[in-house]
């Protein structure tokens, strides 16, 4: 069965520090992964997306991913946290055929102090 | 383009009753896919709808159940309200029903539901 799993369930980072979201994933083939975040009130807004090919991935507002097989591990970073990006940020998994479900962790939210 | 829509933003129901929440696809999507997240949770899959039918359901009870339009928009239904079912419930529309780039999702700012 599907799952993921973000170990940290609060983080806390200054202004113009360095950021890493851990993500670890389970699934039984090649899945696709995702990164979401979602600021107060509102929706899921997709930051980047891993299908196939180079396992790092770019994504908007400076966000990239690395997927790593053999540590079943999608880690977000930053190399420069901006006050804006304070939101919970949500790792998810998709299966490649079927119904494009996904299977989301349980976030972890970034608090950025000026 | 207009982007995924939702009403109401946010709704109070007592335990027993029954809800229905909408949501408007983005233009140019056929799929919608509805998602529970209660608080401090991750979003959890409810079911999808791919032209009008069914294409898929997660680990949720017979009273969820949903509807979609010709216009693609749809419907979720809940009867009999529990104070479980508190939570933000999320739609999300696609192109295709599948994975893959065009099968990307993109979510609208959700129905807060409370249960009494």
């Known amino acids: 069965a599907q799952s993921v799993t973000q170990p940290d369930i609060h983080i806390t980072v200054s202004e113009g520090a360095s950021l890493e979201l851990r993500c670890n994933y389970s699934?039984?083939?090649?899945?696709?992964l995702f990164w979401y975040v979602q600021s107060p009130g509102q929706g899921l807004q997709l930051l980047l997306k891993y299908f196939s090919g180079d396992t790092l991935v770019q994504g908007i507002k400076g966000f990239e991913a690395e997927f790593k097989r053999s540590q079943s591990s999608f880690n977000l970073r930053k190399p420069s946290v901006h006050w804006s990006d304070a939101a919970e940020y949500f790792c998810?998994?998709?299966?490649?055929?079927?119904?494009?479900?996904?299977?989301f962790g349980t976030g972890t939210r970034l608090t950025v102090i000026p | 383009e207009t982007g995924v829509t939702q009403s109401p933003t946010h709704l109070i129901k007592t335990r027993g009753q029954q809800v229905t929440l909408r949501c408007s696809s983005q233009?140019?999507?056929?799929?919608v896919s509805w998602y529970q997240q209660a608080l401090g949770q991750g979003p959890q899959f409810i079911f999808q709808y791919y032209r009008e039918e069914e294409n898929g359901r997660g680990n949720f009870p017979p009273r969820f159940s949903g509807l979609q339009f010709p216009n693609y928009s749809s419907e979720l239904n809940v009867n009999a309200l529990e104070l479980d079912d508190s939570a933000l419930y999320l739609c999300a529309s696609s192109s295709i029903p599948g994975q893959g780039a065009l099968g990307e999702q993109y979510f609208g700012p959700g129905t807060r539901l409370t249960v009494t």
């Open positions: 699934y039984g083939a090649t899945p696709y």
């Open positions: 998810a998994v998709g299966a490649q055929t079927g119904a494009n479900n996904l299977f």
């Open positions: 233009s140019g999507h056929n799929t």
